[in-house]
C-alpha cells in the first residue's frame, strides 16, 4: 500500500484546508485508517481516524468541532476538512493505513504534508 498526502499550506488563522491521502497498491486490505500530526520538537498525535466503511469516526480533543474526517473508499482516497485553523495546528499532517491480509496486520505512512498556520 502506498500512501500520499496533498493538500497542504499556509494559511492565517482562522481558515480552511483540505488534506487528501490517496492510497494505491493492496487497498483490498485497508481497514481503518487516520490523520496523525506531529510538531517540531513534539511527539506525533493521532488527529483522526475512521474506520473501514466510514461509519465511525474519533477525534483528537484539540480538533473536536472543527477538522471533520471522511473518506471515498471508491476513490481510495481519505480526507481531513479543517476549519478555524488555529496556529497551534501546525504540524506535518501523516495520513495512516492499517491493513489486514490473510490473517496479517500491518500499517502504513504517507510523506506527510505541511500545514502551517500563522497568527
Known amino acids: 500500500v502506498q500512501l500520499v498526502e496533498s493538500g497542504g499550506g499556509l494559511v492565517q488563522a482562522g481558515g480552511s484546508l483540505r488534506l487528501s491521502c490517496a492510497a494505491s497498491?493492496?487497498?483490498?486490505?485497508?481497514?481503518?485508517m487516520g490523520w496523525y500530526r506531529q510538531a517540531p520538537g513534539k511527539q506525533r498525535e493521532l488527529v483522526a481516524a475512521?474506520?473501514?466503511?466510514?461509519?465511525?469516526?474519533n477525534y483528537a480533543d484539540s480538533v473536536k468541532g472543527r477538522f471533520t474526517i471522511s473518506r471515498d473508499n471508491a476513490k481510495n482516497t481519505m480526507y481531513l476538512q479543517m476549519n478555524s485553523l488555529k496556529p497551534e495546528d501546525t504540524a506535518v499532517y501523516y495520513c495512516?493505513?492499517?491493513?489486514?491480509?490473510?490473517?496479517?496486520?500491518?500499517?502504513?505512512w504517507g510523506q506527510g504534508t505541511q500545514v502551517t498556520v500563522s497568527s
Open positions: 495512516n493505513a492499517m491493513t489486514m491480509d490473510d490473517g496479517v496486520g500491518d500499517d502504513y
Open positions: 497498491g493492496s487497498t483490498f486490505s485497508i481497514n481503518a
Open positions: 475512521i474506520s473501514s466503511g466510514g461509519g465511525s469516526t
